[in-house]
């Protein structure tokens, strides 16, 4: 399976609500290229929607290292940091 479809797998369990599978999925996506942008993202959007903070900050802030300009990606940061507030 290509990274492409890869992802998109993943992307689908996530909207189906499967997130355990989803993370599992952006996990092996990640461990074939480490600096997947999509998959560093969409991980932490999911370790956010699962109220791990620290571990969605890191995959969202190590997306935006490689990839500064990435509105969603500092969109999805300020999410993290106003749910913590929460």
């Given amino acids: 399976m290509d990274q492409t479809t890869a992802l998109q797998g993943a992307l689908a369990q996530h909207q189906a609500g499967r997130l355990e599978n989803a993370r599992a999925d952006y996990e092996a996506v990640l461990k074939r290229n480490p600096n997947d942008l999509n998959a560093l ?7 956010n929607l699962t109220c791990r903070r620290d571990a969605a900050a890191r995959h969202i802030s190590r997306a935006l290292e490689l990839q500064p300009d990435f509105p969603k990606a500092h969109n999805s940061l300020g999410n993290i940091h106003k749910n913590r507030e929460d």
């Fill in 41 to 47: 993202h969409l991980l932490g959007v999911l370790e």
